[in-house]
Nanobody, 117 residues
C-alpha cells in the first residue's frame, strides 16, 4: 500500500558516517505504522533487523549497532532516517526500510552501503 523511496547510501571509509532516508508516500502518516524499521542483508547472510521504531516513537537496535546507529523520523515529512556513525566494514550491506501495520508491510527498494578503506 505504501511506497518507500530510499536514499543516502554510498561508499564511506571505516569510521565514517552516513544517513539513510526513507520517504513514504501514498500513506496518511508514518506515525500510524507499528512495525517501522531498517534491515540489512549482506551477500550470503540472512536479513538482519538493524533498528526499529514504534508508532509511539520507542526505538530498539541490534546489539551490533548499539551506540553507533540511530533511527528517527520526521512525521511531517513522512520520512524515516537511519543515522550510521563509526561505520565498520562489517556494516557493508544493502539496507532496506520497512513500515507495516495490521493490513500489510511495505519495503523500500534497498540502498547499498559499502564501508571500505
Amino acid at each position: 500500500q505504501a511506497q518507500l523511496t530510499e536514499s543516502g547510501g554510498g561508499l564511506v571509509q571505516p569510521g565514517g558516517s552516513l544517513r539513510l532516508s526513507c520517504a513514504a508516500s501514498r500513506i496518511r502518516s508514518i506515525s500510524s505504522f507499528s512495525n517501522s524499521g531498517w534491515y540489512r542483508q549482506a551477500p550470503g547472510k540472512q536479513r538482519e533487523l538493524v533498528a526499529s521504531i514504534s508508532a509511539g516513537g520507542s526505538t530498539d537496535y541490534a546489539d551490533s549497532v548499539k551506540g553507533r546507529f540511530a533511527i528517527s523520523r520526521d512525521i511531517a515529512k513522512n520520512t524515516m532516517y537511519l543515522q550510521m556513525n563509526t561505520l565498520k566494514p562489517e556494516d557493508t550491506a544493502v539496507y532496506y526500510c520497512s513500515i507495516g501495520n495490521n493490513v500489510g508491510v511495505s519495503w523500500g527498494q534497498g540502498t547499498q552501503v559499502t564501508v571500505s578503506s
